[in-house]
């Protein structure tokens, strides 16, 4: 689903003239933020967002700073901009093949899952990159779907990762976020 928001924010900027539909982002900008299970889950989203928002305005103000600064205004709670989001706007903005983006988003959110999974078992590095590679295919079937879902096929039932994230915001150690 994250993929597939991602798309939506790359579609909202003009491809001729790179003008955004600012009402657009603000729409699955605050979608997203109602989609995310828990308050841990949004609050990830939302400073990885944020964070590569400012980062964009920083870089290039002139590209990014309109855009970011409408979502902190008309964003719930006011002030984050989703990553998905942000990552979006900037692909398209400097011109990088959707395809290419969704299938890259994808594989980055596998490698960062598999990180840990080398830090919090022991599985080893080279393990890690076995797994990685080995759900190249799945990562490149899966770009394709999330880049051909209509908007009423987007949906998410995390249960299990709801309850995890419940769970996980209460313990006494903490290695992660989300």
């Known amino acids: 689903m994250e993929a597939a928001v991602l798309v939506r924010a790359y579609n909202a900027i003009d491809p001729i003239n790179f003008e955004p539909d600012l009402e657009t982002l603000k729409y699955w900008n605050n ?65 990088i093949d959707k395809n290419i983006l969704v299938a890259a988003y994808l594989q980055t959110w596998a490698a960062n899952l598999v990180g840990a999974g080398v830090k919090l078992v022991p599985l080893g590095q080279t393990s890690g990159q076995r797994i990685i590679f080995k759900l190249n295919d799945q990562i490149q079937k899966t770009a394709i779907e999330a880049l051909n879902l209509a908007d009423e096929q987007l949906e998410s039932c995390n249960w299990g990762l709801a309850i995890a994230s419940m769970q996980h915001e209460q313990l006494y150690s903490r290695l992660f976020r989300s």
């Open 31 to 95: 979608w997203f933020s109602a989609s995310r299970e828990t308050s841990e889950l949004r609050a990830s989203s939302w400073q990885m967002g944020t964070s590569l928002s400012k980062l964009l305005m920083d870089i290039a103000p002139l590209e990014f700073e309109q855009i970011f600064q409408h979502l902190y205004k008309n964003s719930y709670p006011v002030g984050v901009c989703n990553l998905a989001i942000a990552f979006g706007v900037a692909a398209a903005v400097w011109k």
